[in-house]
């Protein structure tokens, strides 16, 4: 499968298809041209290396190596698109993707859906601060203490404030039964995703909740009657000329030709392909990213006055205004400084990520992707415009490389074990020094010290921890705000971490020790009261920051049926199939050589 994968996708990697009429004569300029193909062949890292050449890594590489198998851009410079591009393939074997070619945008619906709420607040049909149950009327907002202190209003949904729970939705394979959308509110099968109700009082925190966009899909269709992808169309899609776009769910047959074919993370189509969303506010439109930036554009003139086809000034201006928690407004996650604001969203659906960022002055750019990879594709390819137009933000951090002597490149080469069956080698390449970890290549790592590196392939940093004469005894990982500790050990054990995991992964072999440490988890999760001293510090920052959904997601799931040993994965964690009341859950668990748990991962289950 990986050698026919390659050799039908390296063949269609590189074509690239010009946009419709006006965009196609614009991007023919010859400096726009020229911008483009130096974006296509010269992929940014995170980090670059003042007085060194750029980047030659080629977006047909990056695509191979992600298992993204198509990709489409559209470039949005002075409020205009100035050019728009699709490269690689529908699905393997497959037409070229077009500037015509929809996928599934994912959470970029939440923005678009808000736009529409916003339109009908601003004509006097919905008050932004109102009791939303004043407003549906086939379902409520289910009445508790919470609600009672603060009622549930469309300004805390739109802006994921109103302490609504579940965060996003799976969506629902190809013959499987879908659930209405009262049925996905109640958590009633065949919907998979637990009931949506309030667990803390609105307005207190911001907490990530399609579940809410859930409740202002359901107050849509009772307050005007219409089927939400017609009220979308009438509403958005329409009057901004969003002519590829559209929320129904299923995509209709007629819509199926221009349709991406959904991969996973290894390069697999997605069984029965894309899955149908009835969630459709917070996950259901279909669209191209030309669609997208006409979005983007609008909402741009808009806020300087300059077109109101949805909105005035002043109602974009509050679309776009931080609500003061989680740097938030209305439907768009808002960043930038004072002088150059920007808004953003993105979005996942199984198989499809997609990322849109446009600046209050004009620039902007939207990303669709046909794989689940394609995350990491989009940042780099944000990078990579962001430096071509001189963008504030998103470009690559810059680095003045200090000069070290290869002695000190001998003395940090080695091995570093960072966990149980985790070991990180470093090794002398040229001038510098190379990470790996399990066979995967962490990058080059560059001195801006004796003490301090940082890799060019991402933003972590490492530091080196050394003995009163000098002698390396660890280094620490800088991960965002984790730090990750790895000791120093010799060759000989190195190997037999090596072995001790391949014995446990050929084996299968359960750690005595894991559906009890698992158990405790959960239940110290229900309660919001982790242990965090059977932890590893890595494990315990990240239960910290997500404790709150976490304990929600563990409530919402109701009684513990079963918790069922799967067997071991590539990494050595034991796998478990846990099931719930409400819900059915596969989680991966590594006893630490301490005894405590080294890492604890989960994902839901269809």
Not at 254 to 262: G, K, M, N
Not at 388 to 415: I, Q, S
Request: hydrophobic share 40%.
């Amino acid at each position: 499968m990986r050698k026919s994968f390659l050799s039908i996708g390296l063949l269609l990697w590189a074509s690239a298809i010009v946009t419709q009429s006006s965009e196609a004569q614009l991007a023919s300029d010859s400096a726009v041209e020229a911008k483009i193909q130096d974006i296509e062949n010269n992929i940014a890292p995170a980090v670059v290396i003042r007085g060194q050449d750029g980047s030659h890594i080629a977006l047909a590489s990056r695509m191979a190596a992600l298992h993204v198998p198509g990709v489409s851009i559209a470039v949005i410079h002075n409020e205009t698109i100035e050019w728009a591009r699709g490269f690689g393939v529908t699905k393997l074997g497959g037409p070229s993707v077009t500037t015509n070619t929809i996928f599934q945008a994912g959470s970029i619906s939440k923005p678009v859906t808000a736009m529409a709420v916003l339109h009908l607040v601003q004509s006097g049909r919905l008050n932004l601060d109102t009791d939303v149950n004043q407003y549906l009327t086939t379902w409520k907002v289910p009445e508790n203490s919470f609600t009672a202190q603060k009622k549930v209003t469309l300004r805390g949904l739109l802006s994921h404030t109103a302490g609504v729970t579940v965060h996003g939705f799976p969506g629902y394979a190809s013959g499987d039964p879908v659930p209405t959308l009262v049925q996905v509110l109640n958590g009633e099968k065949p919907a998979n995703t637990p009931p949506i109700l309030v667990d803390t009082v609105p307005g207190t925190i911001w907490r990530y909740s399609g579940g809410g966009y859930v409740i202002t899909q359901q107050l849509l269709l009772d307050l005007t009657g219409k089927s939400f992808p017609s009220f979308m169309q009438t509403t958005v899609l329409g009057p901004l000329g969003m002519s590829h776009s559209t929320y129904e769910q299923p995509l209709p047959a007629t819509r199926q030709v221009d349709a991406a074919t959904p991969y996973d993370q290894n390069g697999a189509p997605i069984v029965g392909g894309a899955h149908t969303y009835p969630e459709m506010a917070p996950a259901g439109l279909w669209t191209t990213p030309s669609d997208l930036a006409r979005y983007a554009i609008e909402l741009q003139k808009s806020l300087t006055g300059q077109s109101n086809r949805v909105l005035s000034k002043t109602t974009a201006n509050e679309m776009v205004k931080d609500v003061g928690l989680g740097n938030y407004g209305l439907g768009l996650q808002v960043g930038g400084s004072p002088d150059h604001p920007y808004f953003e969203h993105g979005g996942v659906d199984e198989g499809f990520v997609s990322d849109l960022i446009a600046y209050d002055n004009g620039d902007g750019v939207a990303i669709m992707t046909n794989g689940m990879n394609g995350g990491r594709l989009a940042e780099e390819l944000v990078r990579t415009i962001a430096l071509a137009y001189h963008w504030p933000d998103f470009a690559p951090k810059e680095n003045v490389v200090a000069k070290v002597t290869r002695d000190l490149l001998d003395e940090y080469a080695g091995y570093y074990r960072q966990g149980r069956f985790t070991v990180v080698t470093i090794s002398r390449s040229d001038d510098h020094l190379a990470a790996t970890q399990g066979g995967q290549d962490l990058g080059g790592l560059y001195p801006t010290s004796d003490r301090e590196w940082f890799f060019t392939n991402d933003a972590a940093r490492l530091s080196f921890e050394v003995s009163k004469n000098g002698s390396p005894t660890a280094l620490v990982r800088h991960l965002r705000d984790i730090e990750i500790p790895a000791a120093r050990i010799s060759a000989s054990e190195a190997t037999k971490i090596a072995d001790e995991l391949a014995a446990k992964v050929k084996n299968q072999t359960q750690d005595p020790a894991s559906e009890t440490a698992l158990r405790q988890n959960i239940d110290g999760l229900r309660e919001g009261k982790p242990d965090y001293d059977k932890m590893s510090p890595g494990l315990a920052d990240v239960t910290r920051q997500q404790l709150s959904d976490l304990h929600t997601m563990i409530n919402n799931f109701g009684v513990l049926k079963s918790v069922s040993f799967k067997g071991v994965g590539p990494a050595g964690a034991d796998i478990y199939d846990v099931a719930f009341e409400k819900g059915s859950t596969q989680w991966r668990i590594i006893m630490g050589a301490d005894g405590k748990y080294e890492t604890i991962g989960v994902r839901m289950l269809p």
